[in-house]
């Protein structure tokens, strides 16, 4: 399987978007023996997630060499990819990546002598972690346990690691018999930074990240995608083809916007509710939902003047509570696990919630330097009626996201499917509507 445009027909050195060129795909069998199944895919799909700490993947197998029968596969064989891509400027892109084969599915006999199939592929680190448990005890700031967690105990290779090691709250106890993965998971679900929820994720062509919220929206966008009706340009052109780089094909939404259960889930306003069993005593803390809080755009979601009941939305901050048992002296020199980060747990909620308030589905041609946890700057054109040619840009929707997972196809050509995700609008509400009316 291979799609590698290299010079265009009018003698032009400038490279289409979706080539690329599956170079190798090394299936390592139980035995250490080695076959290069590359003329036998169909198609590979590499999947990337915000809330994911191993990429996935499937690669599907026209087999007419009875490949399976002779490696006898059977789920756990090691499989090494290798892609690249041509640039603009002469070099080249190349994406190196081991699997191990999770599970081999929808098998079919085209012919006696044909077969297809697929593999359902995972991160060697992933594979590995569904071997063991961790029962020991810790003391540390989660994002140092989790470092130490990925090389320790997962063999991953540091300089493949990017961890934030400044999560602030040291935390003490004995690790409750757990995969390293689901362990991570659980270190990660207890990361705060002032208020800011931590991610740790895999990229295609980044590593493993681990990193807070904020360094997220702070950091300055990857690049601008435009939804746009076509422009005349020269097919092939070095033009055309950076415009196809930056074009949006397709775009959809499910939106997820509804006050009604962000508001449940303490998008606005929650209350943290403490008992200490070693003191007995109960202490109660709230937050609510600013407009000068960590957003990725200037305004907020909550139009002017939202009130329930006559009073602000952000104010009912009994609209969703959280529990938690303490024992204060549980251990010495340092907090528990089980020990809140005060208001930070409440804020980190909220910021997760806000950000699942607008989401949008698009299509766009392969770029194996962009991944999850970037941002981008999202431009859409405005419809217009008909007889109008003033195209202005959608306020509601254009804006800056968070990629929160891609989907790369491998199949003709090169394409990524993204997930993106906003917490806010570059202009008001109020001013959006009156500019619509």
């Known amino acids: 399987m291979s799609n590698y445009n290299s010079k265009l027909a009018n003698g032009s050195d400038a490279i289409v978007p979706s080539s690329y060129e599956l170079q190798e795909a090394i299936l390592t069998s139980s035995n250490g023996t080695e076959y290069n199944i590359v003329d036998l895919v169909a198609s590979l799909s590499i999947e990337e997630s915000l809330y994911s700490g191993s990429l996935q993947g499937e690669v599907s197998i026209l087999d007419a060499a009875q490949m399976l029968e002779k490696v006898k596969c059977v789920s756990g064989e090691g499989l090494h990819v290798v892609l690249k891509r041509r640039l603009n400027n002469g070099q080249q892109d190349k994406y190196s990546h081991k699997f191990r084969i999770a599970e081999i599915h929808s098998y079919a006999k085209l012919s006696p002598g044909t077969a297809t199939y697929v593999f359902t592929l995972v991160s060697e680190h992933a594979y590995i972690s569904q071997s063991k448990t961790i029962s020991k005890p810790f003391a540390n700031v989660p994002g140092q346990l989790i470092k130490n967690i990925c090389i320790d105990e997962l063999s991953i ?3 493949n690691l990017s961890i934030n090691t400044e999560t602030k709250q040291t935390i003490v106890g004995v690790y409750p018999r757990m995969r390293p993965m689901y362990l991570i998971n659980w270190l990660v679900r207890r990361s705060y930074d002032n208020g800011s929820p931590f991610f740790f994720y895999e990229t295609l062509g980044q590593g493993i990240v681990f990193d807070s919220y904020e360094n997220i929206v702070n950091k300055e966008s990857y690049r601008e995608y435009k939804y746009a009706p076509n422009v005349n340009t020269i097919v092939g052109s070095e033009e055309n083809n950076k415009i196809l780089a930056r074009k949006i094909l397709t775009l959809s939404s499910e939106f997820n916007m509804s006050q009604y259960m962000s508001m449940a889930a303490g998008a606005y306003s929650s209350t943290l509710h403490t008992i200490d069993i070693a003191t007995k005593s109960y202490e109660t803390l709230s937050h609510s939902y600013s407009d000068k809080d960590l957003k990725l755009n200037a305004n907020g979601v909550l139009p002017k003047g939202s009130t329930i009941e006559d009073r602000p939305i952000e104010q009912h901050s009994d609209s969703t509570n ?14 528990s696990y089980q020990a809140p980060a005060n208001s930070d747990i409440l804020a980190a909620n909220a910021y997760i919630q806000n950000m699942d308030s607008l989401e949008l589905n698009v299509e766009i041609f ?14 859409i054109v405005k419809s217009v009626d008909a007889g109008d040619t003033k195209r202005g840009k959608d306020l509601f929707l254009s804006g800056k996201y968070i990629v929160s997972s891609i989907v790369h196809d491998f199949k003709d050509e090169y394409r990524m499917k993204l997930l993106l995700k906003k917490d806010s609008f570059i202009e008001s509400l109020d001013n959006i509507q009156e500019r619509d009316i």
């Open 322 to 335: 959280f529990y938690i048992s303490l024992n204060s002296q549980a251990v010495s020199g340092g907090s």
């Open 366 to 379: 392969g770029d194996f330097n962009l991944s999850v946890g970037m941002t981008i700057d999202i431009n």
């Open 157 to 159: 290779d540091e300089k």
